[in-house]
């Protein structure tokens, strides 16, 4: 009977006391091994060149140099695909711009810090393997996002008109309702049906109860 070779992970984060709380936890896990600590960005695409990880878990933010996206970016660019080093990003950081640049850059998973430990270990084995793993507070952010991608963006005065549209409302009544006057609802009329692809009421209406567009 063959015992499978340990997952082998590089550590990227600027803090060392993070660091060893890392080594430690990942430590107790016999199919897991860490391989290398790197302080900053350009370590760790030195180091994952050298040591050719199965895994990388990165860190966002590293202080001075480059930071966590361009490291992963390069570290992605070198990797043999199939066989890695693939870049789990393991930070605090959530917001849309940072998942987005991240997983633009190639990294595999993203992880929070806030996670669980099973989930840590769960998330790295995945990531080995290829798989791709979210924390599920980024997975609802990359779907949010996914359904988003393709919906026109509306003014907050074109939303207006949109909604009395939808109420029936007239143009006469449209530039009543809201203080304006009808020359400049068909001119917002022109632009919703343009950005929506339509050329009648109707249609403006048809489309933005399927996009979710009215409140």
């Not at 984060?13 to 091994?33: F, M, N």
């Not at 001075?64 to 490291?71: F, H, K, P, R, S």
């Amino acid at each position: 009977m063959t015992t499978a070779a340990p997952v082998r992970i590089l550590l990227c984060d600027d803090h060392v006391v993070v660091r060893a709380g890392l080594l430690a936890l990942l430590s107790s896990e016999p199919d897991i091994e860490v391989v290398g600590e790197a302080g900053n960005g350009e370590e760790a695409v030195a180091m994952a060149a050298k040591l050719t990880p199965d895994v990388v878990l990165m860190d966002l933010q590293l202080g001075a140099g480059i930071d966590g996206v361009e490291a992963t970016r390069r570290i992605a660019a070198t990797s043999t695909p199939g066989t890695g080093p693939h870049v789990l990003v393991l930070t605090t950081y959530d917001t849309d711009a940072d998942i987005t640049r991240a997983i633009a850059a190639g990294a595999t998973g993203y992880l929070l810090k806030a996670e669980r430990p099973e989930e840590l270990f769960a998330a790295i084995r995945s990531a080995s393997q290829g798989r791709t793993t979210l924390s599920p507070p980024i997975a609802s952010r990359v779907m949010a996002q996914m359904r988003g991608a393709g919906r026109p963006t509306l003014t907050d005065r074109e939303s207006d008109i949109l909604a009395q549209l939808a109420h029936g409302l007239g143009n006469r009544e449209i530039a009543r309702a809201l203080f304006i006057s009808e020359a400049t609802v068909k001119t917002h009329l022109g632009r919703i049906y343009a950005k929506l692809g339509v050329d009648t009421r109707a249609g403006a209406v048809a489309v933005a109860k399927e996009q979710r567009l009215l409140p």
